[in-house]
């Protein structure tokens, strides 16, 4: 089955810590995005990647770190510069730029605690 | 910059009943994309219908359809013979160039 693929589920972690969080996708799509939802917001976007080895900023982009060595891997990395960590974090992916409407396709996610 | 509003942050329907959950827009772009997805309790993020601004014909996919009105830049799912299924969050997108714009949610809750 194709799909994204999120892990952990749940993750904790202690203040100053950095923390990496999994991404997967076997859906062979070109773009792959990095979302952080807080309860009463909607998603807001902290990291996107068009194309291997390239990635741009989002709008939150602050104590967040990503690479992209491989089409099907987008790992984000939240720094312990990252004020207030706690949140759902969502993966998503598309085709790409240039090839239809864009929609994205989203992972389970994946609950951080920092504490 | 483009922006996406939903100003209705709880709705309820009864069983089997119509709803019509609210979107607005702001953009100067003439040709876009315009989503609906659906966050139910397990925080899965599911494609409930999309809509290209080009096409006047309003999209349908099953009980969920929009009525989209580009002048107005309004952008409403429309919910009929609700099942206890539907109840979840629902987030209207813009397709801004290369990312998603997304409104803070609405959250329906469905009564039997």
């Known amino acids: 089955d194709g799909g994204i693929t999120q892990s952990p589920k749940y993750l904790f972690r202690k203040e100053g810590q950095n923390v990496t969080l999994s991404c997967e996708q076997n859906l062979n799509h070109d773009a792959m995005y990095w979302y952080r939802q807080d309860p009463g917001q909607g998603l807001r976007l902290i990291y996107y990647s068009q194309i291997v080895n390239d990635f741009q900023k989002g709008d939150i982009a602050e104590g967040y770190s990503v690479s992209r060595e491989k089409k099907e891997s987008f790992p984000l990395t939240v720094t312990s510069a990252q004020k207030n960590p706690t949140a759902f974090y969502l993966c998503?992916?598309?085709?790409?730029?240039?090839?239809?409407?864009?929609?994205?396709?989203f992972g389970p996610g994946t609950r951080l605690t920092v504490t | 910059a483009q922006t996406v509003t939903q100003s209705q942050p709880e709705m309820s329907v009864q069983e089997a009943e119509t709803v019509t959950l609210s979107c607005t827009y702001d953009t100067s772009e003439s040709d876009y994309y315009l989503f609906w997805y659906k966050q139910p309790p397990s925080r899965q993020m599911i494609l409930v219908i999309r809509q290209e601004a080009y096409k006047q014909q309003n999209a349908t996919e099953n009980r969920f359809s929009v009525n989209f009105q580009k002048a107005a830049k309004s952008f409403s799912l429309k919910i009929s013979d609700s099942q206890l299924g539907d109840a979840a969050m629902y987030f209207c997108a813009y397709r801004s160039f290369d990312k998603l714009i997304f409104g803070t949610g609405t959250r329906l809750q469905v009564f039997p």
């Open positions: 998503a992916s598309s085709i790409g730029p240039g090839t239809g409407t864009y929609e994205q396709y």
